[in-house]
Structures are given as structure tokens and as C-alpha cells.
């Protein structure tokens, strides 16, 4: 339960960058409830190593340098475009290239607006990683998990990819075009069985895969993710009681 606590927590964290405001999480909305946030905002550097825990029950998203809020062209007559006219493009810029989602590998560039979230859902493949990081202890695509197939809750047996760290640069860097290539054809890294024991786990590792879809017009958006979790969270943690209670 405390990996899927936390899961929850990272993101709404990044739900609430995303709309640039604090969002309520009291009662959890279906998905064809939520009404996009008018400002939009992408982070554009989401990994492990920005977030900051604060204390045992909280933690907080950090470093916000290539962050970005949406902006409009301004039209001939010098008004600002409104509703829904085409926006400024943004480029993508996160380089880590273990951590790149496909439409970074082929340097497309996003848009942020309410209609088009392309930006945004890189934000949410980087969530994906480190969801990945908090379920498995270590980061995706690690040379940690051996040469095993994948497992059966990936459903696939292709032959695992993974980062080369045991030989040279060259290696390296042949490991991580491979991992590159995998990305764009909707692979996943390797989840081992062993993780994905109780139902939970199962549930996050679902999420998981939803952030890791190839196409981000796919992807759900970090406040659906974090309303998944919240809901998961809330029937484990009532089941949780009711056990405790019952020993009593």
C-alpha cells in the first residue's frame, strides 16, 4: 500500500503542475468528468531525481528551469488568438536519452494547448519511469533484471532490452539506440513476476503501461492516472481496515 501511496501522490503532484493549481482529490471524478484547466503547463524534466521527499507521508515535484506555460500567436490585427487557434509550438528539450518518450526520440515537436496535450503526455511517459522506479526499486530498462523473458503481466516474450553498463561506451550507446527502438515499437521494459504478486502492484503496473503508450494522444493525462491510483488506493486501504478491525 505505501508504493501505491506514494504512485498517488507523484501523481497528483504532477496533476497540479499540469493545471498549474491545486486540484481537490476528495472525492475521486470519473475521467469524463474532469474539465481541462484553462492555463497549461508541461514540466519537461520529470525524473527521479526532482522530486523531494519532505517528509515520511509527502513529497514534492523540484526544479522547474525548463518548465513552460502555454502561449498563443498573436494574429495580424495584433490580438491574441483565442479559443481554438493554433498555438506557439514548443519544442521538446528533455536530452536523458534512457528516459526520452517516442515522440522525443523522433524529435517531434509539441504543442501545448486544452486540445492538444502532446507536450504534457511526455510529462506523462516520464511519470511512467518513475512509477516504474517506485514499484520495481530501480530504474526501467536496467541491466539488474538479467537476460529473463519478459513476464507475463508485460504479455510478451520478446528477449529483454536493457542498458549496457558492464562494457564501454560504444556498448552503451548501442544499448541505448536499441532501447530507443523498442520505445517506438511499443515495448515495454521488463516487470518481472516476482514484483507483481499482490493485486495492487498489478493495478500500478497497469497504470504504468497506460503512461508508456507510444502514441501520447493515448496516453491519459496525469490527473486521470492519479485518479486511477487514488480509487486503488481507497479500496486496498478500506480492505486494509477491515482486516485490522477484525482482529481486534
Aim: glycine fraction near 4%; include cysteine; aromatic fraction near 8%.
Amino acid at each position: 500500500l505505501t508504493r501505491l501511496r506514494l504512485a498517488r501522490d507523484l501523481a497528483r503532484g504532477l496533476a497540479d503542475l499540469h493545471s498549474f493549481a491545486p486540484l481537490s482529490y476528495l472525492h475521486e471524478a470519473p475521467s469524463n468528468e474532469i474539465t481541462e484547466p484553462k492555463l497549461i503547463f508541461a514540466h519537461h524534466d520529470v525524473n527521479i531525481a526532482n522530486t523531494i521527499a519532505v517528509n515520511e507521508m509527502q513529497i514534492q515535484w523540484n526544479d522547474f528551469n525548463l518548465g513552460i506555460i502555454a502561449r498563443h500567436a498573436k494574429e495580424k490585427n495584433g490580438k491574441h488568438s483565442q479559443g481554438h487557434h493554433r498555438p506557439c509550438p514548443i519544442p521538446i528539450r528533455y536530452s536523458g536519452p534512457l528516459w526520452r518518450s517516442p515522440e522525443e526520440i523522433l524529435n517531434q515537436t509539441g504543442y501545448l494547448s486544452p486540445f492538444d496535450n502532446a507536450v504534457q503526455a511526455a510529462d506523462v511517459y516520464s511519470l511512467g519511469n518513475i512509477l516504474f522506479q517506485v514499484l520495481s526499486k530501480h530504474q526501467p530498462w536496467s541491466h539488474l533484471e538479467g537476460d529473463a523473458e519478459s513476464s507475463t503481466f508485460n504479455q510478451t516474450k520478446d528477449t529483454v532490452v536493457k542498458l549496457d553498463t558492464s562494457s564501454g561506451q560504444t556498448e552503451k550507446e548501442d544499448s541505448l539506440a536499441r532501447i530507443a527502438q523498442a520505445k517506438l515499437e511499443g515495448r515495454l521494459p521488463n516487470m518481472p513476476d516476482r514484483y507483481l504478486s499482490r493485486k495492487e502492484a498489478q493495478l500500478l503496473w497497469n497504470e504504468i503501461r497506460r503512461c508508456y503508450r507510444p502514441n501520447p494522444t493515448d496516453r491519459p493525462s496525469a490527473l486521470e492516472v492519479a485518479q486511477a491510483l487514488g480509487r486503488a488506493y481507497d479500496k486496498y486501504y478500506q480492505k486494509a481496515n477491515k482486516k485490522i478491525e477484525g482482529k481486534i
